[in-house]
């Protein structure tokens, strides 16, 4: 069954470091999202991507973050200059419809 | 008040109990309706959705929405250890890449 791929797993920067989060979506779907879940708090949408564009955004989605897709089967996460509140668990979403959503296992970025 | 409302629990039943599993939420808005399953530190599961009002059954889990109470239910029968995790519901509207609000998630133990 194919599925979400997210790397890397787990990822440790210090504070002002850029990253780069990155996601296998599923082959077929064409909607692709991130979304973020900081310990013991809701699952927060952040950013859907469709048509090679950004379709919505929520506020958390400022300027010091970014998504690309560089080519056909990889979608990116880019946080400038991280923050200690940036630590948190990010899912890759990935849908052929929009509204079936499926998650990959997520990157814990933990910010130092 | 906040969108979603979901009672974290946690919920402790024996096994081959049915269990019931609720939400309510206040935007008129939403027409898709989530149910998705996480274990600890996994990315959310998806298990059923469903448009608008009405019921959807799959095997041992039954989903309800209930748009003029703005009030849905996910009911698993004959309840097994495997089932034991977060369950985690959620919501879109009518947005281009429909955007998912979840729920704060309901932790489930089923005792063997």
């Known amino acids: 069954e194919p599925e979400v791929t997210q790397t890397p797993s787990h990822q440790v920067t210090q504070m002002g470091q850029e990253v780069i989060l990155r996601c296998v979506p599923i082959s077929n779907h064409l909607y692709f999202y991130w979304y973020r879940q900081i310990l013991g708090q809701k699952v927060e949408f952040l950013v859907s991507f469709y048509n090679n564009e950004i379709s919505e955004k929520s506020e958390i989605f400022d300027d010091q973050f970014s998504v690309e897709r560089p080519d056909g089967s990889n979608f990116t996460l880019k946080i400038r200059s991280t923050k200690l509140e940036d630590s948190a668990m990010y899912f890759c979403?990935?849908?052929?419809?929009?509204?079936?959503?499926?998650f990959g296992p997520g990157t814990r970025l933990t910010v130092t | 008040q906040k969108e979603v409302e979901q009672d974290p629990g946690p919920l402790s039943v024996p096994e081959g109990a049915i269990v019931s599993l609720n939400c309510t939420y206040s935007?008129?808005?939403?027409?898709?309706f989530m149910w998705y399953r996480q274990y600890s530190r996994k990315g959310p599961e998806l298990l059923m959705y469903t448009y608008s009002s009405g019921n959807k059954e799959d095997g041992r889990f039954t989903a309800q929405v209930d748009k003029s109470s703005k009030y849905i239910s996910l009911f698993i029968r004959d309840s097994q250890p495997s089932d034991s995790a977060t369950y985690l519901c959620a919501m879109s509207g009518t947005g281009s890449a429909r955007q998912l609000t979840f729920g704060s998630g309901t932790q489930l133990t089923v005792l063997p």
């Open positions: 935007n008129s808005a939403f027409q898709y």
């Open positions: 979403a990935s849908s052929a419809n929009s509204y079936e959503q499926y």
